[in-house]
């Protein structure tokens, strides 16, 4: 295995081998630093014991998305209260409070992702949903091909900054599943094992390993077991670059105003015509 913060190198961790911090009494892990593994995704997993509470906190500049893998819970996000479970995965706007608790007997196992944005970017409040929760295997857009099946969380893809998707690699399939990723992609093994190639280095995976690749390596997953190999692969687009977010708020204040234009003189061509008649 390669656990590496070179840029060239792949990165394999198990979520409890990652930097280990205590956060008021509770273990969390750190698997791809922000800034150090990768240049635009923050990946961490956290252990919640029995009865034990997450503070509540908000994020005034990050989408976050929450991936439960094994317990039971409670989340509260803004006004929302529900339980979840393993295997579900939530998606939290910028600026919504949000706490988790343990409410079973065993451990709540979760990994959260998140992207800082450029503070110069002015957030699109017009999404008022304040919380999605949904099922690794129950995304609305549903692809199949050959032996991989595509289960892609389209809520979470309304995120403006993070992708999620789950695939399933059949336990017959002999077939690797390949692709050339555009940004740093992360994919998390949630049951079954495998071998992953990134560029010239393999590894084996096991359930619970998350692996990252690296804008423009090209990765082969492959099922080496007689059950499914199911993963999810997590992308985040570059959020901190403050050339393409203040190109892209121009644009947007452009367009407006040639919008804001475009009514005006559609409005005084008709009260010209009525003054006119």
Sequence with gaps: RVNSTNEGLMLIKNIRSGRHYINNDVDSFVLVDMGVDSRNM?????????????????????????????GTGEIEVGSFKGTITGGTALWIPPG??????????????????????????PFNRRRQESYYKTGFRSGS??????????????KMNSSRWI??????????????????????????????????TVDDETGHINKNDLVLARKGQ?????????????YLEITCKAGRNILSDGLEYIMRLFCSIIMLAGGWIVYYQRKILQ???
Excluded at 141 to 150: D, Q, T
Aim: aromatic share 10%.
């Design 163 to 196: 992708n999620v998707s789950t695939i399933v690699l059949d336990h017959d399939n002999i077939k690797p599943h390949m692709k050339r990723v555009l940004v740093d992609t992360a994919f998390l093994v949630t049951s079954g094992k495998g071998v992953v």
């Design 96 to 121: 919504e409070y949000h706490q988790i608790s343990n409410a079973g007997k065993k451990e709540l196992e979760y990994v959260w992702v998140a992207n800082s944005i450029s503070k110069y970017y």
């Design 42 to 70: 923050h990946i961490c997993s956290t252990i919640l014991k029995n009865a034990e509470v997450r503070d509540g906190h908000c994020h005034e500049l990050n989408d976050q998305v929450y991936l439960i893998l094994s």
């Design 275 to 277: 003054y006119m008649n």
């Design 218 to 230: 090209k990765v082969f997953i492959e099922n080496d077991s007689d059950d499914d190999l199911e």
């Design 141 to 154: 857009i549903f692809v199949e091909k050959g032996h991989v099946r595509y289960h892609i969380l389209s």
